[in-house]
């Protein structure tokens, strides 16, 4: 099955237009993005991204910020990275720390952490590539509390990922959080959807 990798300014909708069906849409979305988050550890989720996830964050920029069609390239060139292109899954990862000294903490002890993210199918590890767009740790080794990060696949891999059942985990080696979650089988059904 084909999917849709990029979204052009074809496919989204006017800010009036979108206004109407903006509630409906989020309350959609925001079910299934369930199925598309795993917890790893104490402070850090982990949500799949997808075009229809990043299709409703260029649309939100666009009904927030009211830029009018001058502002579509830009979200464009922001979200267009963050969708899976076939052979790969695209994390949003959030490191979500509600004490703000607790958070400095924390942060200033895993620079790097997005370089450690992997997901092992059956055995076999997929290291993530942290998305190059900037660069989320520190020279002082304090890691930014956002990071996007790329899985790719092996056309192995992803059959391996397909098989109902399959042993997936998630996870990171950093020394100051090596924390790894398995994957439920309902998450594994719905991000192999994901692939081509």
Not at 20 to 43: C, D, F, N, S, W
Not at 65 to 72: A, F, H, L, T, V
Not at 168 to 175: A, K, R, S
Request: hydrophobic share 40%; glycine share 8%.
């Amino acid at each position: 099955m084909m999917h849709k990798h990029e979204i052009t300014p074809a496919d989204l909708m006017s800010v009036e237009a979108y206004t109407k069906v903006r509630k409906e849409r989020r309350t959609a979305l925001v079910q299934r993005k369930k199925m598309r988050r795993l917890e790893i550890g104490p402070h850090c989720s982990m949500h799949f991204e997808n075009y229809e996830s990043m299709w409703f964050q260029v649309q939100e920029m666009l009904y927030i910020e009211k830029g009018g069609p001058e502002q579509i390239p830009g979200e464009l060139a922001a979200y267009n990275p963050l969708i899976p292109k076939g052979a790969e899954l695209v994390a949003t990862v959030l490191f979500e720390i509600d004490d703000p000294e607790q958070r400095k903490i924390i942060l200033s002890r895993l620079g790097g952490v997005e370089e450690t993210a992997f997901i092992e199918v059956e055995g076999e590890r997929i290291s993530g590539v942290a998305e190059a767009d900037q660069d989320r740790s520190t020279a002082e080794g304090k890691a930014s509390s956002v990071q996007f990060i790329h899985f790719l696949f092996t056309p192995k891999q992803i059959e391996a990922f397909r098989k109902p059942g399959a042993r997936i985990l998630v996870g990171f080696t950093h020394p100051h959080y090596g924390h790894i979650a398995v994957m439920s089988d309902g998450v594994r059904e719905a991000l192999a959807q994901d692939f081509d």
